[in-house]
């Protein structure tokens, strides 16, 4: 099955602001599976996992906004997605305990099996969150990438592009919480390595910015 593209895509959206296709036959385009099959392949190269994604239900896609698609498997652990970006381009976090152990908390996790997300497209986190906290975050109710999207997000973007996320700015993984309350943080060091440290969840910082996501 033919791959779509980026400029299929454009065409879709351009019919549907004429009016020639509505809202709803977008939806169940945005579903169709071709969608998700380059996430098998990324699965299968990165972590060896076969995954079935043709049955997963991808949420609607803002119609505001630049926005990817990030697929989720079941199967692929914080420490697990870690050591693969280790692997791609360095990392160095500030614990050597397994991250899988000290991140006790996520807004979405793969217990009930592989899942899909839309998250802001910029290489830098959102300007909109800057000087934002974690805990005004949660207050507002606005959806942020957890740690695992966010590494998740990091090695496909690199895959994708060559090219690192938060080179600048520093994303602030909202959507998770460490086991002493504390929030997950990533960026780029300047040697290039990615970067997994914490930050308190009342710090409200210009260059700490959190990812908005969409999901179910």
């Not at 879709?12 to 071709?34: E, N, V, W, Y």
């Not at 652990?77 to 305990?97: M, N, R």
Request: glycine share 8%.
């Amino acid at each position: 099955m033919a791959k779509i593209t980026t400029g299929q895509i454009a065409e879709l959206i351009a019919q549907s602001d004429a009016g020639r296709i509505t809202r709803a036959m977008m939806a169940r385009f945005l579903r169709s599976p071709t969608l998700l099959d380059p996430w098998g392949e990324f699965y299968e190269k990165e972590f060896g996992l076969a995954v079935n994604l043709a049955e997963k239900n991808i949420p609607p896609q803002p119609d505001q906004g630049k926005w990817r698609l990030l697929v989720i498997a079941s199967g692929v652990t914080i420490e697990g997605a870690y050591q693969q970006c280790k692997t791609a381009f360095g990392s160095w976090k500030y614990t050597e305990t397994s991250l899988d152990e000290v991140i006790i908390q996520n807004e979405r996790d793969t217990s009930n099996g592989s899942y899909a997300i839309w998250v802001r497209d910029g290489a830098e986190a959102d300007e909109e969150l800057k000087n934002t906290s974690a805990d005004q975050i949660a207050e507002r109710g606005i959806t942020t990438e957890t740690l695992l999207e966010c590494l998740i997000h990091n090695l496909a973007f690199f895959r994708e592009t060559g090219k690192r996320l938060d080179v600048v700015n520093v994303t602030l993984c909202a959507g998770s919480r460490l086991s002493d309350g504390n929030v997950p943080s990533v960026d780029t060091r300047s040697d290039g390595k990615l970067r997994v440290h914490w930050i308190r969840p009342g710090d409200a910082l210009v260059h700490l910015r959190a990812r908005q996501a969409v999901s179910l």
